[in-house]
């Protein structure tokens, strides 16, 4: 079984609110693993990562440290593109 | 030359008649129906569609909806071809509804009220508008009567001046108005402000304890002197005390829900969740304060409130006409508020909601006789829509297409805004008297 992990900080100017975190979940959705996500800055989660409402309820706010563990098949990719999400989002 | 079709099913319910009629045509041309006549004199040359064992019946109406684009699919697919939306944002619902009635194919026709125009606070962004005072809920009415919105809806933190201003205003502007009303409002007032109709059984405080019949006539003599009409949407307030019931994750219609419709009914008894024994302690009231509305001759719509939890567009619509028939009322009534009723309503009297001459060919046609047994009215085995057979294998295709997207629309993003507020564990369920 693989298991992954990243931490990453939160570049958005409005955080992961409504319109980002849906591109995060759908993202999230395409791979098989279990993905899930912590708040690190609020301490709330782990939450389910592929859910738009438990991602929201994460209340991840600009400069926020999130940690994302995703376990399964292709863990790897999937928080690979979750990265890469966060970073082109920021950009 | 429009197309003309002949569609024979065993039985025909008009809409509005006690009884199907048997060896019956309905002929349509273009996308209204042309004639119904005895199977036998369908004239030569006539493309025939048989429905053996079916009954063919109007065209089902949701009359208290919240919108997403993505309903689409779903209502269609349960017969449901006329849908009543009561509070949206303002410049989407418009915009949807030309859209439906370009291509009818998109979903059901759409009647509009606009926003929901609430007090302050409001209690929903995107789809609601806060107000302060009287004035500006007379503005916002002269608003949106000028933007063509087709009725007007109050909500549930309105004072009663607000209310009263908020009728007056729409009936200047010849605007039918439905509320959804705060605690504390009566059945005198629902009377005395003048409102058309009345949402989710507020204001009939009788109707949500285990009144005496004494005391739920005296309401009902009320709201029959004011000809108040009533919207009950029974099935969100059973929904709403059964958040948590385990057997809605087995219901195989949830396949035409998006997973972020799934998400925000998993996440909603954080919600409401502390006051499910509450609503599963007025449902039993509520139904036997409908049925005797019914009996003393209230007129009755029928809606849903999808897309709250546990109701999946159009599905829905069916569950609420089994909790009518739950509550003792004859399917044929119950079908009557959802067809020919519900027409009236929302101001498409003579166009849809019944089988007739000139009406348009929006219709459904389910295996077995609803009138009979109301569970018949799911097993839908074809919808008409504008005189044009839906596709509902492509319409599933369709819904399936968009199940991992999350709707930019306001009723998904109003959710999205409220809904994960409420974190933290599922709250215990607290008894009624708390």
Redesign the interface.
Known sequence: MTVASIELTIQQPFGLH??P??KF??IA??YPCAITMRNLSNG?GPSNA?????V??L?IEQGARVFLRAEGEQADEALLALQQLIDVEAG | MESRVALIADRVWDGVAVQSRLGTAVILRGNQIEAVCPMGDVPDGITRQSYPNCTLLPGLIDAHVHYSGVFGPAFLAAGVTTVRDVGNGLDWILERRERHAADPSLGPDIVCCGLLIDGAPAFWQRIGREHADADSVRRTVREEAGRGVDQIKLYAALSKEQLSAGVDEAHRHGKFVLAHLGSGITADDVVDLGLDETEHLTGCEAAWRASTTDALDQMIDRLLAGRVIMNPTLVVWDRLGRLVDHAFNFDTRRRWMPQAYLDIWKWYPRVHGQRRLVYQTAVPCLKRGLLRMHERGVRLGLGTDTPFPHLVPGFSVHDELAMYVDCGIPPVDALRSATSINAGIIGKSGRIGQIAVGFEADMLIVQGDPLQDIDAIANVHSVWRQGRAIDLAAQLARAQATAATVPEDPITQALLIRVPKSDGPIPPALPAEN
Request: net charge positive.
């Open positions: 409504a319109r975190a849906a979940v759908k959705g395409h709330k592929k859910s738009i409402v438990s929201l309820a209340g």
